[in-house]
């Protein structure tokens, strides 16, 4: 499998949905069941699409389904966290062996 260069916030995917339906964001969040502010936070890649949101989104759309909305999310987050400063360096992983004095 090819990683993608910057996977896009899926957020950005709710936008391209909602564009030619002349949807505003308060009119898809009532239609979603949340708040606007919270679906706004979303679409503006400043919250991560969360389970419950996955959900809701596959029966809203008809499509993508939750695993689909999560795995966008997941790419995301970790391309981003992998081409960040917040990179966490650990150490691999030793056999440990027991020093026992018999």
């Given at each position: 499998?090819?990683?993608?260069?910057?996977?896009?916030?899926?957020?950005?995917?709710?936008?391209?949905?909602?564009?030619?339906?002349?949807?505003?964001?308060?009119?898809?969040?009532?239609q979603?069941?949340?708040?606007?502010?919270?679906?706004?936070?979303?679409?503006?890649?400043?919250?991560?699409?969360?389970?419950?949101?996955?959900?809701?989104?596959?029966?809203?759309?008809?499509?993508?389904?939750?695993?689909?909305?999560?795995?966008?999310?997941?790419?995301h987050?970790?391309?981003?966290?992998?081409?960040?400063?917040?990179?966490?360096?650990?150490?691999?992983?030793?056999?440990?062996?027991?020093?026992r004095?018999?």
């Open positions: 499998m090819t990683k993608m260069f910057n996977p896009p916030h899926p957020g950005a995917l709710i936008k391209d949905v909602m564009t030619p339906l002349n949807m505003t964001v308060s009119m898809a969040a009532e979603l069941g949340v708040s606007r502010v919270q679906l706004s936070r979303v679409i503006n890649a400043r919250a991560s699409i969360s389970t419950e949101m996955a959900v809701r989104l596959e029966q809203w759309i008809g499509g993508p389904t939750a695993e689909t909305w999560l795995g966008m999310q997941i790419d987050d970790l391309w981003q966290l992998r081409h960040s400063k917040q990179m966490p360096r650990v150490a691999k992983a030793k056999k440990y062996v027991e020093n004095v018999r």
